[in-house]
């Protein structure tokens, strides 16, 4: 039985995969570069002494999730859980946003996992994991990444609705809420915050792979940002927003 993690040739999916494999987990690991993940498999194979299979799937298009995972039995057959690092950005992602670069926002960073969930229902076994990341910008609305916001927070949803469902009776649902991690994505970027250790993170999701239903932020900070914003009206952070950009 394996652990299937998608996006895990770098970030957190690839600390993800040391993790999961340093604690003798065999793994089937997605992303679109299979140069990557056939490095990977060679590093953790090595080191681990796990089996690692290889997929090169674009989560940006549901046609080719089908093609190349779903109708794949053999390997469905043997997953016992399944992670979801992934996420896509696109610079100045806001209200004038191509609408094809839309559609491969939302389909990258929720269609993709909700369609894929749905898909595998039937082939995770009784007591497996399904983890989701999030991101804080999906905590409020606003005027950058707002369409990577939208979907992030649609997927936040999704997986409290998973947590209700019938059919997940018996799996352990895990959803984490992120900021910035010390990824490609947040180099060269000055942060008023501190960044999270993805290794810190994955260390924790692994701890955690068995817990029941459980909304995690990463870096904790975040879950008081996240209630300060709360309990303040909406309009009032509209309003402070215009002063403060004027």
Same mark, same amino acid.
């Given at each position: ?6 996006? %895990?040739? !770098?970030?957190?999916? +690839? ?5 999961? %494999? ?9 992303? +679109? ?13 090595? +080191?681990?002494?796990? #089996? ?7 989560? *940006? !298009? ?45 389909? @990258?960073? $929720?269609? !993709? ?7 595998? *229902? ?14 804080? !910008? ?10 990577? %916001? ?7 949803? $999704?997986?409290? *609705?998973? %947590?209700?469902? #019938? ?34 993170? @994955? ?11 459980? =909304? ?7 879950? &008081?940002?996240?209630?300060?914003? =709360?309990?303040?009206?909406? *309009? &009032? ?10």
């Amino acid at each position: 039985m394996s652990y299937l993690i998608i996006g %895990a040739s !770098s970030g957190l999916g +690839r600390e993800l995969s040391i993790k999961f %494999a340093q604690e003798n987990n065999n793994l089937i690991i997605v992303s +679109r570069d299979l140069r990557d993940l056939n490095a990977l498999k060679s590093d953790l194979e090595l +080191r681990f002494k796990v #089996k690692v299979e290889c997929l090169a799937i674009d989560f *940006s !298009s549901l046609n080719e999730i089908n093609e190349k995972l779903l109708t794949n039995k053999e390997i469905l057959k043997n997953i016992k859980g399944v992670l979801f690092p992934i996420g896509l950005m696109f610079e100045n992602d806001n209200f004038e946003t191509k609408e094809e670069n839309v559609q491969k926002l939302i389909v @990258a960073n $929720f269609l !993709s996992i909700s369609f894929t969930i749905n898909k595998l *229902s039937n082939y995770l076994e009784n007591n497996s994991t399904i983890v989701g990341f999030g991101s804080v !910008s999906g905590l409020l609305g606003r005027n950058l990444n707002s369409n990577y %916001a939208a979907a992030k927070r649609a997927l936040e949803s $999704f997986f409290e *609705s998973l %947590a209700f469902e #019938k059919k997940f009776k018996n799996s352990k649902i895990q959803f984490y809420t992120l900021g910035y991690l010390d990824t490609n994505l947040a180099f060269g970027k000055k942060l008023v915050l501190p960044k999270g250790s993805t290794k810190k993170l @994955a260390h924790i999701v692994f701890k955690n792979k068995k817990s029941d239903f459980k =909304k995690t932020f990463f870096p904790k900070y975040w879950g &008081i940002i996240s209630f300060a914003l =709360k309990i303040i009206p909406f *309009s &009032i952070l509209v309003k402070l927003y215009k002063i403060l950009t004027k």
